[in-house]
């Protein structure tokens, strides 16, 4: 296939990546604060992750200038959609783990990011409320990434003095969370199994009550019954989804697999604060497992991104 064919293809989905590598990131970040180690993965995957999202960002920006029609195809798809709020929620993630290492860069970023999500927050709803050929097969947890973007503003929002537009996107992110849940589970209940290619995006069902309860402790100061709440949902979805593993380990890859990256990283960060908060060693154990599990994850999905690279099997036509 032609390169020119290849840009033509380059997929919206593939910013799940870079939402893996900064929930990576993130995660080793906390961890390091956590335990006092002098460790610099969580620098190093800083750069990383930026870097990515650059050649991510460039390239997607060439495929619009140039296939206008394909990017256009993309905001009308059901499915992809959705995907499009992962670029602004990308630029909020940098800006988060850039925060204690270069905070006046790290404000541009989670600036941008909160800017870009509130319009593309807009367009997805717009896109939902006036719909001409959606149907309920077409729903599936990726819905729920325009609602994660607004619960994360807080974790870095906070820090940067921005407190009552911290508020706000959290309030529309959990209002929404709520909302898509129940669609989502009516979808999968009562209606056809999910294709193979969307079997991964059942690991999101884990991200927004994590995330909500990592932006809730930085909003509040602290934990409290609600933040509780929280943590308790966030950790049986991830109870929930470990059983879901035997299915998923038959799957062919597809870029869907970097759904396990994000909310894996969220479950992580989140038992860390609450390790930090209630001191019991139980959280401290099971947010080393969890970060363990994280990055041998994220080395497969490295790799097998790589190796798709590779042999072909991106930027092709679906």
């Not at 995957?45 to 390239?59: N, W």
């Not at 990592?214 to 943590?231: A, E, I, M």
């Not at 947010?287 to 990055?295: C, D, I, K, N, T």
Request: hydrophobic share 60%; net charge neutral.
């Amino acid at each position: 296939m032609s390169q020119h064919n290849k840009l033509e293809h380059f997929p919206i989905n593939i910013f799940p990546v870079v939402m893996g590598l900064t929930g990576w990131t993130l995660a080793w970040q906390k961890t390091q604060r956590v335990l006092g180690l002098e460790w610099e993965i969580g620098e190093a995957l800083t750069v990383v992750s930026i870097v990515v999202f650059v050649i991510l960002a460039t390239l997607y920006m060439v495929k619009l200038a140039r296939h206008p029609e394909a990017v256009a195809a993309e905001l009308k798809h059901p499915i992809k959609l959705s995907f499009f709020p992962a670029i602004s929620i990308s630029l909020i993630l940098l800006g988060t783990t850039l925060a204690k290492i270069e905070p006046s860069s790290a404000e541009v970023f989670w600036l941008s990011g909160v800017f870009l999500q509130f319009f593309l927050l807009l367009f997805v709803i717009n896109s939902w409320v006036n719909h001409e050929h959606f149907e309920t097969v077409h729903v599936n947890p990726s819905w729920f990434i325009p609602a994660v973007g607004n619960v994360l503003v807080p974790v870095a929002g906070i820090g940067f003095g921005y407190v009552e537009v911290s508020w706000f996107f959290f309030s529309i992110g959990m209002m929404f969370w709520l909302i898509l849940l129940t669609i989502v589970f009516n979808r999968v209940l009562f209606h056809n199994p999910l294709p193979p290619v969307l079997l991964p995006t059942l690991a999101i069902l884990i991200a927004p009550p994590a995330v909500g309860f990592v932006g809730y402790t930085t909003l509040v100061g602290g934990l409290d019954s609600f933040g509780r709440l929280l943590y308790g949902m966030a950790l049986f979805f991830t109870l929930f989804v470990a059983t879901l593993a035997p299915r998923f380990a038959k799957l062919p890859f597809f870029l869907s697999w970097w759904a396990y990256s994000f909310p894996l990283a969220a479950i992580t960060i989140a038992t860390w604060v609450m390790f930090e908060t209630t001191k019991v060693s139980g959280y401290m154990y099971l947010a080393e497992v969890l970060l363990g599990l994280l990055s041998v994850v994220l080395l497969v999905l490295i790799f097998k991104t790589i190796m798709a690279v590779i042999n072909n099997k991106i930027c092709v036509p679906e």
